[in-house]
Structures are given as structure tokens and as C-alpha cells.
């Protein structure tokens, strides 16, 4: 079942989102992955690829050397969200890629189960930044249980804070990023 569960949801989810002070000791990973991740603008230059425009496009690396990749339409909110994901092939996605207009992050997820909800764990290296998001059913995201594991490392809860989606890091590190070409260091 995990071979399923590591994708995102497309199923109505909801998920709560903390910040951590670091990566917690995770006895009990289930899988790990390496992501890829970038974000389409609602108007692409090349017509062949309008039908995209305005997804999230993903590759996934696993530990066993097995990539995915796969465009996602989102549709909702953040507590409650709807994604409409479709698998496409890893030479489409880098064709895509080039459409992302340097929108991207790349992360290390960690997937871990807990009482029956998944926590992914990200690693954004590039901003130093840890998060972790629950994920499960209503019921299951209400009682939510903070898991030994993330309870030295949480600082606090930002499911309800502006700018702490992916989308919200990729525009930050493309910033950050356009800065650096303006006034390399060294």
C-alpha cells in the first residue's frame, strides 16, 4: 500500500502543517524520496503544452532507483483540497520543466505512518527548512496526535499562516535565486 500512499492524496484530505528545528530522529521511515518540484504558469509560451498550464509537475526519486513523475491540477483549499493528478513520463516532465520559468524547489520527503495518518517530512535544502504535514481523513486530522518523534523538533503549528505551501518556498528561492544572478558573491 505505501507504493500508493506517498503520492499526495486525490481524494478529499485535509492536512495540518508544522515547522520543525530539525530534522527529527525517524526510526520508522517507510519511504524515502527526492523531489523535484515546479510549478507551470496559467499561460504557456508553446500551445502544445496549454493543457498543463497552471499545474504542479513533480519527478520522485525513490531509494531503489525508481522515478515518477506525475502534473497535478489543484483545486481547494489548503485544509481542504482536491488534486487531480495524472502520471506522465519523465521526458515529458522535463519538457515541462522549461515551461516553470525557475518556479521550483527541490526536497527530501520522508514518509512516515502514524495511528493511521501519513506524515511527510520535508527537507528543503535549499532554505534550510524543515516541515511536517499530517495528512489523513477529517476525523483522523482533528484528533490529531503529535507523534513522539516530531515532538522535541516541532516549533509550531502553520497549517492556518500564510507561506508555508511549497508554492509559497518555490517563489521564495526564485527570488532569491534572480538575486544571486544580480550580485553573484565572491
Same mark, same amino acid.
Given at each position: 500500500?505505501?507504493?500508493?500512499?506517498?503520492?499526495?492524496?486525490?481524494?478529499?484530505?485535509?492536512?495540518?502543517?508544522?515547522?520543525?528545528?530539525?530534522?527529527?530522529?525517524?526510526?520508522?521511515?517507510?519511504?524515502?524520496?527526492?523531489?523535484?518540484?515546479?510549478?507551470?504558469?496559467?499561460?504557456?509560451?508553446?500551445?502544445?503544452?496549454?493543457?498543463?498550464?497552471?499545474? =504542479?509537475?513533480?519527478?520522485?526519486?525513490?531509494?531503489?532507483?525508481?522515478?515518477?513523475?506525475?502534473?497535478?491540477? @489543484?483545486?481547494?483549499?489548503?485544509?481542504?483540497?482536491?488534486?487531480?493528478?495524472?502520471?506522465?513520463?519523465?521526458?515529458?516532465?522535463?519538457?515541462?520543466?522549461?515551461?516553470?520559468?525557475?518556479?521550483?524547489? =527541490?526536497?527530501?520527503?520522508?514518509?512516515?505512518?502514524?495511528?493511521?495518518?501519513?506524515?511527510?517530512?520535508?527537507?528543503?535544502?535549499?532554505?534550510?527548512?524543515?516541515?511536517?504535514?499530517?495528512?489523513?481523513?477529517?476525523?483522523?486530522?482533528?484528533?490529531? =496526535?503529535?507523534?513522539?518523534?516530531?515532538?522535541?523538533?516541532?516549533?509550531?503549528?502553520?497549517?492556518?499562516?500564510?507561506?508555508?505551501?511549497?508554492?509559497?518556498?518555490? @517563489?521564495?528561492?526564485?527570488?532569491?535565486?534572480?538575486?544571486?544572478?544580480? @550580485?553573484?558573491?565572491?
Amino acid at each position: 500500500m505505501i507504493g500508493q500512499t506517498w503520492h499526495d492524496s486525490t481524494d478529499d484530505t485535509q492536512s495540518r502543517r508544522f515547522v520543525l528545528r530539525g530534522l527529527p530522529k525517524l526510526d520508522q521511515v517507510a519511504e524515502i524520496l527526492w523531489i523535484d518540484q515546479g510549478y507551470l504558469p496559467f499561460e504557456i509560451a508553446d500551445d502544445k503544452f496549454d493543457w498543463a498550464a497552471g499545474g =504542479r509537475i513533480r519527478r520522485l526519486l525513490r531509494r531503489n532507483g525508481l522515478c515518477d513523475c506525475d502534473l497535478t491540477q @489543484h483545486r481547494g483549499t489548503d485544509l481542504i483540497a482536491i488534486d487531480e493528478m495524472s502520471p506522465i513520463h519523465e521526458t515529458l516532465f522535463s519538457r515541462l520543466w522549461e515551461h516553470t520559468d525557475d518556479l521550483t524547489l =527541490r526536497k527530501t520527503r520522508y514518509v512516515v505512518g502514524f495511528e493511521d495518518i501519513l506524515w511527510y517530512i520535508d527537507s528543503i535544502g535549499e532554505l534550510g527548512l524543515f516541515l511536517a504535514r499530517a495528512q489523513g481523513s477529517e476525523n483522523q486530522v482533528e484528533g490529531l =496526535r503529535m507523534p513522539s518523534f516530531l515532538g522535541s523538533v516541532c516549533t509550531r503549528e502553520v497549517t492556518d499562516e500564510p507561506g508555508y505551501r511549497s508554492i509559497d518556498f518555490a @517563489h521564495r528561492l526564485r527570488r532569491w535565486r534572480r538575486i544571486q544572478l544580480k @550580485h553573484p558573491s565572491g
